[in-house]
């Protein structure tokens, strides 16, 4: 279980009152119109599989029902750091 | 597309408002009617570790603001009569009217359900700006745990840590309660209210006389 730190609720609580919502930082394009078929593909479907360090989204849904953004470890499940939604990271994979 | 996008005119502020509490004269259900409370704590065993009270038919009020907008701020707390807690996991309490925190910015407002409706127009009138208000009272009803066993049926039920240095007096979490979800509040020492689902609330009552069994469970009317 990952013990998880909210930044609303201002405290850790279980896994169990969250759900993930994967990769944070997913821009839309601003103008889907003139996407090539490629550009949009990517933007729907195509997502990071990283190894170490990944950004993804976090959902308090049980709680206060707020999104936020959740940067982990995909090899130890570390917690790295956890930031609001329309900030960035501080921790970032080398290279 | 952008028609459909536009935003709504300023200043058109169209809301359908109604008393949702038919008055005194009309019959009404708790979500708890049909497990006859009342009858239960007739014949109940006088002691036990664990005492379980609907507090029913209350008026449950959704307030949704930023607490940035004053407007919002002040007039809820003129309205109210109490300021909303701004501090995260929070509550106040002024005579028969609570206000839980349940988001930086969404409080819930526990009030007598005659009130409900005043105090909505109350508020309508009071605030400027982007808000909600919403009657929730039908769609969820208010359980109070108390008794020196109370904590332990809580450990049981869900993964919040209840310890008294870890959860004050006043209090509140929503989280997990028994796979359903419940907003969770500390009443007081020994006392603690939970907020459930009016279509949970019939499983969550089978969970509690299930979880409580060991300590004894005393139904109060």
Redesign the interface.
């Known amino acids: 279980m990952l013990h998880i730190y909210c930044p609303?609720?201002?405290?850790h609580?279980?896994e169990?009152?969250f759900h993930v919502k994967g990769q944070a930082h997913i821009a839309r394009p601003l103008d889907p119109e003139s996407c090539t078929d490629k550009e949009w593909g990517e933007y729907l479907f195509f997502r990071k599989n990283p190894r170490g360090i990944h950004h993804e989204i976090w959902y308090h849904s049980?709680?206060?029902?707020?999104f936020f953004n959740v940067t982990r470890d995909t090899v130890s499940y570390e917690i790295k750091e956890v930031y609001k939604i329309g900030e960035q990271p501080q921790v970032v994979a080398k290279g | 597309m952008s028609e459909t996008l536009a935003p709504e005119k300023e200043g058109t502020v169209n809301v359908a408002v109604m008393n949702q509490v038919a008055g005194s004269g009309a019959r009404a259900e708790s979500p708890l009617h049909h497990a006859e409370l009342d009858k239960l704590a007739a014949r109940n065993p006088r002691t036990g570790g664990v005492m379980l009270r609907e507090l029913k038919l209350l008026g449950h009020l959704t307030l949704r603001g930023s607490q940035q907008n004053e407007s919002f701020m002040n007039g809820c707390a003129e309205v109210l009569g109490l300021a909303l807690p701004t501090q995260p996991l929070t509550s106040v309490e002024k005579g028969s009217v609570s206000i839980r925190w349940i988001s930086p910015d969404e409080w819930l407002v526990v009030l007598p359900a005659d009130q409900a409706y005043e105090v909505e127009q109350g508020l309508r009138a009071a605030i400027e700006g982007h808000f909600s208000v919403v009657n929730v009272s039908g769609g969820q009803t208010l359980l109070e745990l108390s008794g020196p066993n109370a904590r332990d049926v809580l450990k049981k039920s869900c993964p919040l840590d209840v310890h008294p240095s870890q959860f004050p007096v006043g209090k509140v979490a929503g989280t997990v309660f028994a796979k359903s979800t419940a907003v969770v509040r500390r009443s007081g020492e020994e006392s603690w209210e939970l907020v459930v689902r009016r279509s949970f609330a019939d499983y969550i009552w089978l969970w509690l006389q299930d979880a409580s069994r060991e300590y004894g469970l005393v139904i109060k009317s």
């Open positions: 609303h609720c201002r405290e609580r279980e169990e009152e049980t709680g206060c029902r707020k």
